[in-house]
């Protein structure tokens, strides 16, 4: 491996421990090196806090050899004041001669003006080590940029013989079609994503709490499409637990300052109207759990970037089919008894 793409993806490493927690910021991880030997590092950890290029140069025990180091970031250090100061300007203020980036960052407020900005003051900068990697790192980040919408996940779970559900139900929870061991990756699934998407009738069905009780980590904000608002207010959506937005027909006034109504046209794309909501929230990614309605609507506008679907070993023989979606290549991952085809949309 080359000595830059080595650093690069100790980068990526560092970045990943943010999962989850750094939204609407990416995920970003730097190291600092010295004749071969890292001598600090650190990655973003939580928006408003400080960026991976402060913790890591913060790390440095001799601040005397960032004069003669080089500083790695996986996503070019950011020139604009938000809640933090300028990275370029500390990187150039410590007077770190060579500057290795990942990426270039998508945001207009950045968008090469870090990597003009270090030339400028005389750094020897070096762009595009792990391109493909580190825009796989901030995959959700750089579609939210790139195209104004979230990265959106499908996920669910169907039996042997294809059905997500069962025809009839005696209890209002869900019916169970993969193993706890599949059932707790989704709630750390849950806990990467910004929001999770379902539909009426699975509120009503199952009654679902949409957070992570499985996993430790930060709940989704949970999104509800209910067109006639059928879903009653004792229901767990409406704990105020989280912040929840109700797409609907008509707008309901609610006394929970956590509970948002958005009204869209039913009769439109119903899809595109979500996205375009969820980008005024700044929601940079969905995970869509279901029914089968409201996964086929976004399947059918083909809007979506991922599909991660279990296989269970039990069969229903009747009920609700799963979503007809062609995997045009997947990778397949056995969890015990089930299976799980994780594929991603390149069209």
């Not at 929601?283 to 409201?294: C, F, L, P, R, W």
Request: aromatic share 8%; proline share 4%.
């Amino acid at each position: 491996m080359k000595i830059h793409e080595k650093y690069i993806q100790r980068c990526i490493e560092l970045a990943k421990n943010g999962l989850g927690t750094t939204y609407p910021n990416p995920m970003v991880g730097s190291v600092i090196v010295h004749n071969d030997v890292i001598i600090g590092e650190g990655w973003h950890k939580k928006a408003g806090e400080p960026h991976a290029e402060v913790n890591a140069i913060n790390s440095v025990k001799d601040k005397s050899l960032l004069q003669k180091a080089t500083i790695y970031v996986s996503l070019e250090p950011c020139s604009h004041f938000g809640k933090t100061p300028p990275c370029c300007d500390l990187i150039i203020k410590n007077k770190i001669p060579n500057v290795i980036i990942g990426s270039v960052d998508p945001n207009i407020k950045v968008a090469g003006n870090g990597i003009k900005k270090l030339i400028e003051a005389g750094a020897n900068v070096t762009v595009g080590i792990l391109e493909t990697e580190c825009y796989d790192l901030n995959k959700r980040f750089f579609t939210f940029h790139q195209k104004k919408r979230p990265y959106i996940i499908l996920k669910w779970a169907e039996t042997k013989d294809g059905f997500i559900a069962p025809i009839e139900k005696l209890e209002q929870k869900p019916v169970w079609i993969t193993n706890p061991y599949s059932r707790q990756l989704v709630h750390k699934w849950r806990t990467e994503e910004q929001s999770i998407l379902v539909g009426t009738q699975t509120v009503i069905d199952d009654n679902p709490k949409l957070n992570a009780r499985d996993w430790y980590g930060n709940n989704p904000i949970r999104l509800v499409i209910d067109q006639n608002n059928r879903i009653t207010k004792n229901s767990h959506i409406f704990d105020n637990q989280t912040k929840t937005i109700i797409f609907s027909k008509i707008k309901t006034e609610i006394a929970e300052e956590n509970t948002i109504f958005e009204v869209i046209d039913f009769e439109q794309n119903i899809a595109q109207q979500i996205i375009v909501i969820l980008y005024k929230y700044q929601i940079q990614s969905v995970i869509i759990e279901g029914g089968k309605q409201t996964l086929q609507t976004f399947i059918d506008a083909n809007l979506w970037d991922e599909a991660r679907i279990f296989v269970g070993n039990s069969r229903f023989n009747t009920g609700t089919k799963a979503p007809k979606l062609v995997l045009k290549d997947f990778e397949r991952h056995i969890i015990e008894t089930d299976e799980l085809l994780i594929s991603k949309n390149h069209d």
